[in-house]
């Protein structure tokens, strides 16, 4: 019991004695790279791996504004009035507004919101058809919203790993073009499901 008491009252003493670490990104700019992973809601898509980096900084106390881009591809599986099987390769470009609801020297808690630009390509795999037909089909550009949670924990001076939960919400519209060599171009309009739920890990770098 005297020993226990001993290295508690070392312990305390050192974490004392030691300079503080600043809280991740409350009082400086961070530059972000991070990773995860993307789980869409659509049933005949599969999510992927996700990356990115972005920019954070401080815009009042526990306020954060932050700038990122992403990218992740998922794979799709044909289905009625939806996408053929192929490769969708998404890339939003989000602003959000941080606020920590928890804070202290070495933790952060906080909730986040924004909207992004999500940048889409739609690369169309094997589909069955007659050779003088053949299928095209895109996904529009367009704007999303999101929000989530995450949290920061300082692992040493100027560097914080963080790790957020994330949705993102929107379709966009799509279309199916069918290039037909005996009755022409004929278009279906459809929309793609975009909606996801996003699981990130990453460093907050301070400067």
């Keep these: 019991m005297r020993q226990a008491f ?3 009252l070392a312990l305390a003493t050192a974490l004392l004695a030691a300079p503080p670490v600043p809280v991740p990104a409350a009082t400086r700019a961070a530059i972000l790279v991070h990773a995860g992973f993307g789980f869409p809601e659509e049933n005949n898509l599969r999510g992927g791996l996700v990356s990115g980096f972005g920019l954070v900084v401080s815009i009042a106390p526990r306020v954060n504004l932050t ?4 990218a992740w591809k998922d794979t ?6 939806k996408l053929y099987n192929g490769t969708l390769t998404l890339a939003p470009i989000q602003a959000s507004i941080q606020y920590a609801f928890y804070q202290n020297m070495y933790f952060t808690a906080y909730a986040l919101g924004g909207a992004a630009y999500i940048v889409s390509r739609f690369k169309i795999g094997s589909y069955a058809s007659v050779p003088e037909v053949r299928i095209e089909q895109s996904v529009d550009n367009g704007w ?3 929000g989530g949670v995450g949290a920061n924990l300082a692992v040493w001076r100027g560097a914080d ?3 957020e939960v994330s949705y993102m919400r929107r379709s966009l519209p799509a279309k199916t073009v069918v290039h037909d060599m ?3 171009d004929s278009v279906s309009p459809l929309t ?5 739920v996003f699981l990130k ?3 907050k770098l301070s400067f």
């Design 6 to 8: 001993r290295f508690g």
């Design 67 to 70: 700038a990122e881009y992403n």
């Design 76 to 81: 799709s599986k044909q289905s009625s009035g």
């Design 144 to 146: 999303g919203l999101f």
């Design 161 to 163: 790993f963080y790790f």
């Design 182 to 184: 005996n009755f022409g």
């Design 192 to 196: 793609a499901n975009l909606r996801h």
């Design 201 to 203: 890990a990453g460093l």
